[in-house]
């Protein structure tokens, strides 16, 4: 601790029953109770030297706080940051994909660090690889009637329409797909405050048996799916990582028959690749596996399946899948492709038919960050925008209004008398494609129809890809790739 606790550096006092112990850093007293006939609090005694014959220690396990060192091994039984017992859904890299440490030199160059010829070299390969990949998307930007008044509200600032703008067409689009119904689990990966969720529930209004699964693995403040309390929607959040998650053993989904879709808006880099493995490969291989059984019993049970599950039944809802399947669908806004990374990438076969490897995705990755900032911040405007992010918790930072460029690395320098800031962006917009493009192959080998679209403006938000893929067997007109 930096102050001392014996000279107030203020002509204030502490509050009545308070610690004495004054915080530099916060230029006030500490808050903390103090025990009855005590000037200073746990914490803070020591500093005081109110209890010097006991000495007080960083915790191990958070240096952020101390301890009494005669105290320590009763307090590692219940500090708050001990590492927790893991849930039967966590199950360890169960979607990382497989690990190939011969693929990836140790060391690899910053791209400023390439020659012009390297560079060239790779910008060549970039084009060859992207030849026939069609550059300009389909617009699919939406809206969706439920988000029209907050749309509207006169009290949004800049940031929060734009955030409602994106949210509004992705629900438009989930509806296009025919997956907003009744009767489904919706899985949002890198949930945040859950505020995607939130609209598709207001969609529903009293759509029966909807249950939201809301994955994050962070902490997170200010949530709002704490807020529903319809009886026809259930909301879960899982703190985990989606590298470990697996679905099928969380107990809802094991339980109930439900079609998931899988949704997310922003989701970065590599968590994209994480949650179409979870999907596609994890939960719903699993699902086949558990169901499979001779044809002859699949036969007999036809009609029984088609009176237990409604989602089977012919001419059913209109939102309303003909056939019932683990993942109904996947709708995903893509960000931040260069926080992607080879070993998790879904791509990598479409990127070795290509004769691409490992040190060619590095590379393609990186320069992926030209598309969205090319050269519109130096490395201390970037920062400072960084450090900006850091002090607003109570905002939407951690859905990337700036189009997802958080880094300061090598991949925004200039790269003078080579490249434009024009070409460096349309280099960029290649990248991005071709590691997207990937992710379409994988999903079109997993059975899956996938499509890449505009969801949203540029000037909304530079990051306005969506990923959006349905079951080979669905009847919905919107599945060509």
């Not at 940031?159 to 992705?170: D, G, P, V």
């Not at 999903?443 to 938000?461: I, N, R």
């Amino acid at each position: 601790m930096a102050a001392s606790a014996s000279t107030p550096h203020t002509t204030d006092f502490p509050a009545e029953g308070r610690c004495s112990y004054y915080v530099e850093k916060k230029k006030r007293f500490c808050r903390m109770v103090v025990a009855a006939g005590k000037r200073f609090c746990g914490e803070h005694a020591g500093a005081a030297e109110e209890e010097n014959a006991r000495k007080r220690i960083l915790c191990p396990l958070d240096p952020k706080h101390t301890v009494y060192e005669d105290q320590l091994a009763k307090h590692l039984k219940k500090c708050n940051s001990r590492e927790k017992p893991k849930p039967d859904f966590f199950i360890q890299d169960i979607n990382a994909g497989l690990k190939d440490e011969t693929e990836i030199p140790e060391q690899l160059v910053p791209i400023s660090s390439l020659s012009e010829e390297q560079l060239e070299n790779l910008i060549k390969k970039l084009r060859k690889a992207s030849e026939g990949l069609n550059s300009t998307l389909k617009d699919q930007i939406m809206s969706h009637p439920a988000l029209h008044d907050a749309l509207n509200d006169p009290k949004n600032g800049d940031s929060a329409t734009k955030h409602l703008k994106q949210q509004a067409s992705i629900l438009g689009n989930i509806e296009k797909l025919k997956l907003l119904g009744p009767r489904r689990c919706f899985v949002e990966f890198g949930a945040g405050k859950g505020k995607l969720s939130h609209w598709v529930d207001i969609a529903l209004k009293d759509a029966e048996k909807v249950h939201f699964i809301l994955v994050e693995k962070v902490t997170t403040r200010f949530k709002v799916d704490g807020k529903h309390r319809k009886k026809n929607s259930v909301f879960e959040r899982l703190q985990i990582d989606i590298q470990h998650l697996c679905l099928n053993k969380i107990p809802l989904l094991s339980k109930e028959k439900l079609p998931v879709v899988g949704i997310g808006k922003h989701l970065c880099g590599v968590a994209t690749d994480l949650a179409l493995r979870c999907l596609v490969e994890t939960y719903a291989a699993s699902c086949e596996e558990r169901n499979e059984e001779p044809l002859a019993k699949r036969r007999k049970n036809d009609k029984t399946d088609k009176e237990i599950n409604p989602l089977a039944k012919e001419g059913n809802e209109k939102n309303v899948p003909e056939k019932w399947t683990p993942v109904a669908g996947i709708v995903i806004a893509l960000c931040c492709h260069h926080r992607c990374d080879w070993r998790h990438y879904v791509g990598k076969e479409y990127f070795r038919a290509l004769g691409l490897g490992a040190v060619d995705f590095h590379y393609f990755q990186r320069m992926s960050s030209w598309a969205t900032c090319g050269m519109r911040k130096t490395s201390l405007e970037a920062s400072n925008v960084t450090s900006k992010r850091k002090d607003k918790h109570s905002d939407d930072s951690e859905e990337h209004d700036d189009g997802g460029c958080r880094i300061t690395d090598d991949s925004t320098e200039s790269l003078p008398g080579l490249l434009t800031v024009e070409e460096k962006k349309k280099i960029g917009h290649l990248c991005k494609l071709l590691i997207d493009q990937g992710r379409v192959e994988y999903l079109q080998q997993k059975g899956f129809s996938p499509a890449l679209q505009y969801y949203t403006d540029p000037l909304v938000s530079l990051e306005n890809v969506l990923l959006t893929a349905l079951p080979n067997h669905s009847s919905s007109p919107e599945t060509s790739a």
